[in-house]
């Protein structure tokens, strides 16, 4: 296993133009604390040091397009909009992104590939892992996460009182008797 301090944080795309066989490859676990959009996702209680996702990832270049096999594995803990306890929610993803340099290369990849224009998510010639990585495990997270089988949270009860409000047209009817 490779330690966190291997991770490159970005890939110099200037420089893999040139290389038909460029290719990184890397595997780990990394502290969630690595990804703060993430982090705001979760349950804090639950947070502590040791809460890592497992990563692998390979890039590579295929001609005229940049390849990025992706798989992650953890849990991150969010609270249950019907309980309000503590859900895990899974961060497994396992995908390919097709990274083009052009919007002309589509023709390059089947039709239902993931892909990304280099020119969106490249900084100064650097194309920087951790924000790719962390925009394709938020995808993951539910936009309500609950319990597979969880009752609502009730904290109190009281009467329902029936309030029967007037047709707001029976006066018009009473108007039209006159």
């Known amino acids: 296993m490779v330690n966190v301090t291997n991770l490159v944080k970005y890939i110099d795309i200037d420089k893999w133009q040139h290389l038909n066989d460029a290719r990184y490859q890397w595997q780990g676990k990394l502290p969630l604390s690595e990804f703060p959009r993430l982090l705001e996702m979760s349950d804090t209680q ?3 040091d040791n809460t890592e996702i497992y990563l692998e990832m390979e890039i590579y270049q ?13 849990n991150l803990w969010q609270t249950c909009q019907r309980c309000l306890e503590p859900v895990a929610t899974k961060l497994n993803y396992n995908n390919q992104l ?3 340099k052009h919007e002309r290369h589509l023709g390059l990849i089947e039709q239902d590939s ?7 998510i490249v900084e100064n010639h650097k194309l920087y892992l951790l924000p790719i990585i962390e925009d394709e495990l938020l995808m993951l997270l539910p936009m309500s996460p609950k319990h597979e089988h969880c009752d609502m949270l009730v904290s109190s009860t009281s009467e329902i009182i029936d309030i029967s409000e007037e047709n707001p047209f029976a006066m018009l009817a009473k108007l039209k008797t006159q």
């Open 46 to 48: 639950h947070i502590t």
């Open 62 to 74: 295929s001609g005229d397009i940049i390849i990025w096999q992706l798989a992650t594995q953890g």
């Open 98 to 100: 097709i990274l083009l």
């Open 114 to 120: 993931d892909y990304l224009l280099l020119d969106e």
